[in-house]
């Protein structure tokens, strides 16, 4: 059984920087990859960044450049580190893993992004 819990939220204004992190129970974290997904009312929920057990790293194009994921396996703690932030990126922010056949979620830290 996977517990994730999100932090780092936050309101920041266009072009500043916030870091998220997702908290892990357990000690099975550092044997999954991890995702961060972001959702807005009314729209669907986008796909932000990717990890993998190794480190390897994925990103969306709306935010290749801007945002770096990060883990550490000691911690059982991913980040999602977000600079050059835009209005666009508001939104609950969500972090995923998926063990076996059955996903995981956290349950959202707001990151508004706003003058």
């Known amino acids: 059984q996977v517990q994730l819990v999100e932090s780092g939220g936050g309101l920041v204004q266009p072009g500043g920087s916030l870091r998220l992190s997702c908290a892990a129970s357990g000690s099975l974290f550092s044997r999954y990859g991890m995702s961060w997904y972001r959702q807005v009312p009314g729209e669907q929920r986008e796909w932000v960044a990717g990890?993998?057990?190794?480190?390897?790293?994925n990103y969306a194009d709306s935010v290749k450049g801007r945002f770096t994921i990060s883990r550490d396996n000691a911690k059982n703690t991913v980040y999602l580190q977000m600079s050059s932030l835009k209005p666009e990126d508001t939104a609950v922010y969500h972090c995923k893993v998926v063990a076996g056949t059955t996903s995981y979620w956290g349950q959202g830290t707001q990151v508004t992004v706003s003058s």
């Open positions: 990890i993998t057990r190794g480190g390897s790293t």
